[in-house]
């Protein structure tokens, strides 16, 4: 039986089809990377940098906060958790429990909590235990600290957030928020709120102060009080300081491994500089 001319080139089409949706599902390889707020411009940063370097190669980039990331981690459904505060014990836990692994933590850039303060506001700088005193609700008026005879406004970070965690260990020693702290879904929120708010005060990451008055830390009552730069903080001299980390349930390898790979190398590092924030070498 002979076989038409046509049905030949139709055959040849649905092959060419085929063929060529093979090249490409090859071709595109995808890292997912979820997590932290504070992250996120920094992530994204890092994804368009290496795609455009490796048009192979799909990372995609979403938020969510830390504990997002890590549920999503040990629930399988990213690649790579972004996380401004280390994995608790409890969550390597659970990350056994499902994948035989504790998971590998990697630290890729360094922070320092920064506090902001409208920028019509007259302090400039504030002892641990201020702070503390602020966000416990023991503070109330910006007067007990030198400034203006006016209501202290809390802002703040949502509990998914590993800013708001590692801010309640580190800063408020474990305590609770004043109830009255209003938390915002981002840092980019407590920012914008506190530019809009004379009597406004928030927390969250170096990379985000623009438009606001960055506060002067002191670690008591009687030390210098330094501001969050790559100086002092190679000098553990600003008080606040912690690690970036991107977590991965097992050694990576393949393309994830090349991409973090990266991210550590110089060119890598030189965009934690940009946006804002302290490499890690």
């Known amino acids: 039986m002979k076989t038409s001319k046509s049905a030949v080139l139709g055959m040849l089409s649905v092959a060419v089809l085929v063929g060529a949706i093979a090249v490409y599902a090859a071709a595109t390889k995808t890292i997912t990377v979820k997590g932290s707020d504070t992250m996120v411009i920094l992530a994204q940063r890092w994804a368009e940098k ?19 990331g890590i549920s999503a981690l040990i629930n399988g459904t990213t690649d790579i958790c972004n996380s401004s505060r280390p994995m608790k014990n409890s969550e390597r836990d659970k990350l056994k429990a499902r994948f035989n692994s504790l998971g590998v933590e ?10 902001y303060v409208n ?11 201020q702070i503390k005193a602020f966000y416990r609700g023991e503070i109330t008026n ?5 400034g203006s005879d006016a209501k202290v406004i809390l802002y703040g970070r ?20 004043s109830p009255l702290t209003q938390t915002l879904p981002g840092t980019g929120a407590v920012v914008n709120a506190v530019a809009k708010d004379k009597n406004g005060i928030g927390y969250g990451g170096a ?26 903080i190679k000098a553990g001299e600003y008080p606040i300081s912690r690690y970036l980390y991107m977590y991965t349930r097992s050694k990576p390898a393949g393309d994830m491994k090349k991409f973090i790979d990266w991210v550590l190398s110089d060119e890598g590092q ?12």
Request: aromatic share 10%; no cysteine.
């Open 50 to 68: 290496y795609m455009s370097a490796h048009q192979d190669v799909t990372v995609q980039v979403t938020g969510g906060g830390s504990g997002v």
């Open 106 to 115: 990697i630290p890729v850039a360094r922070d320092g909590i920064t506090l």
């Open 119 to 129: 920028e019509s506001n007259p302090i400039s700088e504030l002892s641990l235990d």
């Open 142 to 146: 910006w007067k007990e600290v030198g």
């Open 158 to 177: 949502e509990n998914s957030s590993g800013t708001y965690v590692y801010f309640r260990d580190n800063v408020l020693g474990g305590s609770d928020f």
């Open 207 to 232: 990379a985000y102060a623009k438009g606001i008055k960055v506060v002067k830390v002191r670690k008591d009552a009687s030390s210098p009080a330094y501001a969050p730069t790559i100086e002092t």
């Open 270 to 281: 030189s965009i934690v500089s940009l946006v804002g924030y302290f490499p890690v070498k």
